[in-house]
């Protein structure tokens, strides 16, 4: 019964920056687990960032030092900010939420990294 609704997509040059934010239904200090993947065209959906219940994160080597996944539980929402975007980091971006038995997904944001 968990929903996940992905926002803060769009269009950005290189180099520029974003700010993407998954809001859930639930609380998300129930749910556990939040992270973000990508999937580009022609492409296997990839592993992003994560973040714990406790704050714990981990990252692609891809993004490590670029972006930042955070969570705000009194809002039941995760982010992921993005800096320094390049052209490869173009792709559709979805959230996920994870527990012990459960695994959701939203719906996904397309950010695309063009000049």
């Known amino acids: 019964q968990v929903q996940l609704v992905e926002s803060g997509g769009g269009l950005v040059q290189p180099g520029g920056s974003l700010r993407l934010s998954c809001a859930a239904s639930?609380?998300?200090?129930?749910?556990?687990?939040m992270g973000w993947y990508r999937q580009a065209p022609g492409k296997q959906r990839e592993f992003v960032a994560i973040i714990s219940g406790s704050g714990s994160t981990n990252y692609a080597d891809s993004v490590k030092g670029r972006f930042t996944i955070s969570r705000d539980n009194a809002k039941n929402t995760a982010y992921l900010q993005m800096n320094s975007l390049k052209p490869e980091d173009t792709a559709a971006y979805y959230c996920?939420?994870?527990?012990?038995?459960?695994?959701?997904w939203g719906l996904g944001t397309q950010v695309t990294v063009s000049s």
């Open positions: 639930v609380n998300i200090f129930t749910v556990g687990t």
């Open positions: 996920n939420a994870q527990n012990g038995v459960g695994n959701w």
